[in-house]
């Protein structure tokens, strides 16, 4: 029988418990859930193709290809991705769990992940059978190790942390990986949330000045979860890698993983549309703005965080000091700890709390200077 680690979401149950005794009720800014409406004209979209007696097509239909290929020209310098090289997916966690599987990967094969990051890159090593490595860069493993390298994964913007990794950066991870023989998939969901220098997009891995124009092993990963708030959709797609999503189509209709016909549908407007996304953005900037400065105002220093929905944040301790702290204020936060030893004595706060939820935390935490 396979066995995994615990869910480790299950270890904050004592202090959720704890900031629930606060008399103004908890704050939760741990799960990067969505909370804010799903936007009305994906609402219409789902429920006008609600009618969907029959099966629907594992690669997507014609049409939300083509629109996610327009998405990718239009928001990701991607001008001429071929549709047929484009698929839907039951969110991207699904994805990213079965993707060594998926890819054929098996004991004695190596999938790097990087050193802080998403549990789900570890667990989708272990389901398929290899072994999993953090490394930020290739060339940080020894030769042995490298040798034995099968798939990379990056994560720009990164979960927890908001790390933004260049063009050049990125196109040095592609050039190494390849002389291994490597496929390289880059989950790149919080693309479209990027502050500061990254307020225009994030580079992606795709995109010419990374790829050289030759997208072969190498893997783009989307979720519209959070720009779009449609996680309750698991509304997600996967693009690139010619040579790899004819097999990945074929295994995945084999498994019988498809996206309902009404939720591509879904998809197929919400990848039309820029102007919601804009201004879920501008929600999640005003919460940013807001929280930041209370961060700092009880002694939390963020760090990184240059996009996506998180603020990366650490007060010099112990993480779980720090997690207990906040929830004595009724504010419940993700420990580090659990995106990797090198998580070790930071939190993770999201922004998709109600605007009234964050305000509550400001003052609670402002209160403490």
């Known amino acids: 029988m396979l066995t995994l680690p615990d869910y480790p979401w299950e270890s904050l149950r004592p202090f959720r418990e704890r900031a629930a005794r606060h008399p103004d009720g908890t704050v939760d800014l741990s799960i990067g859930t969505p909370v804010d409406p799903t936007p009305r004209l994906i609402q219409e979209a789902l429920a006008t193709a609600a009618d969907?007696?029959?099966?629907?097509?594992?690669?997507?239909?014609?049409?939300?290809?083509?629109?996610?290929?327009?998405?990718?020209?239009?928001?990701?310098?991607?001008?001429?991705?071929?549709?047929?090289?484009?698929?839907?997916?039951?969110?991207?966690?699904?994805?990213?769990?079965?993707?060594?599987?998926?890819?054929?990967?098996?004991?004695?094969?190596?999938?790097?992940?990087?050193?802080?990051?998403?549990?789900?890159?570890?667990?989708?090593?272990?389901?398929?059978?290899?072994?999993?490595?953090?490394?930020?860069?290739?060339?940080?493993?020894?030769?042995?190790?490298?040798?034995?390298?099968?798939?990379?994964?990056?994560?720009?913007?990164?979960?927890?942390?908001?790390?933004?990794?260049?063009?050049?950066?990125?196109?040095?991870?592609?050039?190494?990986?390849?002389?291994?023989?490597?496929?390289?998939?880059?989950?790149?969901?919080?693309?479209?949330?990027?502050?500061?220098?990254?307020?225009?997009?994030?580079?992606?891995?795709?995109?010419?000045?990374?790829?050289?124009?030759?997208?072969?092993?190498?893997?783009?990963?989307?979720?519209?979860?959070?720009?779009?708030?449609?996680?309750?959709?698991?509304?997600?797609?996967?693009?690139?890698?010619?040579?790899?999503?004819?097999?990945?189509?074929?295994?995945?209709?084999?498994?019988?993983?498809?996206v309902p016909f009404p939720v591509q549908e879904a998809m197929r407007v919400a990848v039309g549309d820029d102007a919601h996304v804009a201004a879920q953005k501008d929600l999640y900037r005003g919460r940013r703005e807001r929280l930041q400065p209370a961060l700092a105002a009880f002694g939390l220093r963020v760090e990184h965080s240059e996009a996506g929905l998180y603020l990366w944040a650490t007060a010099g301790e112990d993480t779980w000091d720090t997690v207990g702290r906040l929830a004595d204020l009724g504010i419940v936060v993700g420990p580090g700890s659990f995106y990797g030893a090198a998580g070790e004595g930071y939190v993770r706060l999201a922004l998709t709390a109600p605007d009234e939820r964050i305000d509550a935390a400001v003052r609670r935490l402002s209160a403490t200077a």
Not at 55 to 73: D, M, S, V
Not at 116 to 143: F, H, K, M, Q
Not at 165 to 193: F, M, P, Q
Request: with cysteine; charged share 20%; hydrophobic share 45%.
């Open 52 to 258: 969907a007696p029959g099966y629907p097509t594992t690669h997507g239909t014609a049409a939300l290809r083509e629109a996610i290929a327009g998405w990718y020209a239009r928001r990701r310098r991607v001008p001429a991705l071929d549709p047929e090289h484009i698929m839907p997916t039951v969110g991207s966690k699904e994805l990213v769990a079965w993707l060594p599987l998926l890819l054929g990967l098996g004991a004695g094969d190596v999938v790097v992940r990087p050193v802080v990051a998403y549990p789900t890159y570890d667990i989708g090593a272990r389901l398929a059978g290899a072994e999993s490595v953090a490394a930020d860069s290739l060339a940080d493993l020894d030769e042995t190790t490298r040798s034995r390298v099968r798939l990379v994964w990056v994560n720009s913007p990164g979960n927890p942390t908001g790390i933004v990794r260049t063009a050049a950066e990125l196109k040095a991870i592609v050039d190494d990986a390849r002389g291994l023989g490597a496929v390289v998939a880059s989950d790149e969901c919080y693309a479209e949330l990027g502050w500061g220098q990254w307020e225009d997009g994030v580079p992606g891995i795709l995109e010419d000045a990374v790829s050289g124009g030759d997208l072969t092993d190498l893997i783009s990963v989307y979720s519209l979860s959070k720009q779009s708030n449609l996680a309750g959709y698991r509304a997600s797609f996967v693009a690139g890698a010619p040579n790899l999503m004819p097999t990945l189509v074929n295994t995945r209709k084999h498994a019988g993983m498809i």
